[in-house]
């Protein structure tokens, strides 16, 4: 089952964060910044956070649920801003933090894009 959710902020990008359902719970990919030429690294991660957390609050799920983060970025050298977002959104948990570097997202204004695991019983 895939729930597609079109980016509210920007539905001319095409981008489209989606809930799917994966053997063992949910993930929620797709997650970036609707802003992104305006934003650094570290308000594209906020913002695709945020639009992970409403996400979640749809099936009922909060960012305590989250059991695994993927973080696909352009540029390692400006991820280290994102950890105070990170540590707030997860200060109470750690889920585990999966890391893809690659030479670059689109379009190039995007510097991060999350995926969001949550394992459940979805029976």
Not at 15 to 34: D, F, K, N, Q, T
Not at 55 to 69: E, N, Q
């Amino acid at each position: 089952m895939v729930n597609a959710v079109q980016h509210s902020s920007s539905p001319s990008s095409g981008v489209m964060a989606r809930i799917e359902r994966i053997p063992g719970g949910i993930r929620i990919v797709g997650l970036r910044s609707a802003d992104a030429a305006t934003q650094a690294i570290a308000e594209q991660c906020q913002s695709a956070l945020e639009q992970g957390a409403a996400l979640l609050d749809v099936r009922g799920y909060s960012m305590a649920d989250v059991t695994r983060v993927v973080a696909t970025i352009a540029d390692a050298a400006e991820f280290p801003t994102c950890f105070p977002t990170l540590r707030h959104i997860f200060s109470h948990h750690s889920p585990s933090l999966t890391l893809m570097w690659v030479k670059s997202l689109s379009p190039e204004s995007v510097k991060i894009e999350l995926e969001l695991y949550v394992e459940a019983d979805l029976a």
